[in-house]
């Protein structure tokens, strides 16, 4: 084995590095956007010391390291744009401590969001967050993103469940800060500072999680509305009425017409946006609210629906690739806008689509303003995608125009590098550049990204 790889090989063994030859080690699931880098060795690391192994040799010999989950991302944050070494934590996959009756667990970054959410379900518990791709994505990426999900509008992003997190460090050092407690002000909060840093100022290798009593009953309700205008004004009197559901989420009139046909029963005639939202608690407390949204959905809405709960996020699940199978492919965005400048993002996502000579269309987790705003492309016509790319500077624009922000929970990774100097000002952007700067000295942690 050439390059890196033998020296690697030296201190992991044989059996722990590849050459990178493999192009999957190269990508994630950036869509559509030919986001490929290169790397020289991939290594499989089984314990945080031996990450701190490979980071101490990379700090030693100037070589790039990019961290890498299940590569579920779609923002390339796990791409090694630089070359270097892939630090593959999949072998990190041990439950350290799983303790129901403390409502908490200690996992470590390898393990899928699957796994712990079906670990919790076996004793009645919760773990609430819910990105896409739960086989497939790992802790430790949902922590470097800081990972959302339908659900978020109730109970929040991954860091909210995180209450302790152990990482490897330039030059090489495994460091704990927070633990098995709900409670500590001891210090400057770097916890929250690596969750969401996307790999950038440390590697995460475990996490102590905050679980909590599943819920007894969960009753979806769906509004279904002639237009955007109707359907916000609808998400804006759920939200003003002050109830909570567990999620609120929309579909505008393109998507809806790519998916709509597959929706359990049917949708109604002139149907141009869907509101999705979900009661839940315990029996009679999700029975009351779920009156409460039929009653506050009905109003302006040309019908109001209750499909069983695993009917419809099965259904939802798929509306990407009703989408996708409109012309093979999409090139698809996160961003976040003010809950008032929701229907503006929405009609306006349509507009850029248009200039570009794009079919566009978005849903998201309206409760929260995110928008995951999508082109329609052929992924082999290369004209096709150098308009979605311009159509995504657009994008970006946009949400900061609007007062939002450029990722909701995708993160920055490469594909939005360089925007954050426009959303934020120079101070905020110095010193962001400078806490980079403290944690990663040379730069080698996943270069290029989260700025």
């Known amino acids: 084995m050439a390059g890196p790889g033998n020296e690697l090989a030296a201190l992991l063994g044989d059996d722990a590095v590849l050459d990178g030859s493999d192009p999957v080690w190269s990508r994630d699931a950036t869509e559509t956007r030919g986001i490929e880098g290169r790397a020289d060795a991939v290594v499989f690391p089984r314990s945080p010391e031996e990450v701190a192994r490979v980071l101490a040799w990379c700090y030693e010999h100037d070589v790039p390291l990019t961290a890498r989950g299940g590569g579920s991302g779609f923002a390339g944050g796990a791409v090694p744009v630089d070359g270097g070494v892939v630090l593959a934590l999949g072998r990190l996959d041990s439950v350290r401590a799983f303790e129901p009756l403390l409502w908490r667990a200690h996992v470590e970054a390898g393990v899928t969001t699957k796994r712990v959410q079906l670990l919790a379900r076996e004793s009645g518990l919760l773990f609430p967050p819910d990105p896409g ?20 509008f109730k109970y929040g992003v991954t860091g909210r469940w995180v209450t302790g997190l152990e990482a490897v460090v330039p030059p090489g050092e495994v460091i704990s800060v927070g633990g098995p407690y709900r409670k500590d002000v001891a210090g400057y909060d770097l916890k929250s500072l690596l969750i969401g840093s996307e790999g950038t100022l440390g590697i995460v290798t475990a996490a102590w999680l905050r679980l909590i009593p599943a819920p007894e009953a969960a009753y979806p309700v769906v509004g279904v509305y002639d237009g955007t205008a109707a359907g916000c004004a609808a998400i804006e009197s759920v939200v003003g009425s002050g109830l909570v559901p567990a999620a609120l989420e929309y579909l505008d009139g393109g998507s809806l017409a790519a998916a709509g046909g597959a929706f359990p029963g049917g949708v109604p005639a002139g149907a141009g946006f869907m509101v999705i939202a979900e009661a839940d608690g315990s029996r009679d407390e999700a029975a009351r609210l779920r009156g409460e949204l039929v009653e506050v959905l009905g109003k302006g809405a040309l019908a109001v629906i209750a499909p069983g709960p695993a009917d419809l996020w099965r259904w939802r699940e798929g509306v990407a690739f009703a989408v996708i199978a409109q012309r093979g492919g999409k090139s698809g965005e996160d961003v976040v806008v003010p809950l008032d400048r929701l229907p503006d993002a929405i009609e306006e996502t349509v507009e850029i689509g248009r200039r570009h000579e794009l079919v566009a269309c978005s849903w998201g987790h309206a409760g929260d303003g995110n928008v995951h705003a999508n082109f329609v492309v052929d992924p ?17 624009a946009m949400a900061i125009r609007l007062g939002g922000s450029i990722s909701g929970e995708h993160g920055i990774g490469w594909t939005k590098r360089g925007w954050l100097e426009r959303q934020w000002g120079p101070r905020a952007v110095e010193l962001h550049r400078a806490l980079k700067r403290e944690f990663d000295p040379k730069g080698l942690l996943n270069p290029g990204k989260k700025n």
């Open 380 to 396: 082999r016509n290369e004209a096709e995608l150098e308009r979605a790319q311009a159509g995504a500077e657009e994008l970006f």
């Open 133 to 152: 791709a739960p086989e497939q994505s790992q802790i430790g990426g949902n922590i470097a993103t800081n990972a959302g999900g339908p659900h978020a």
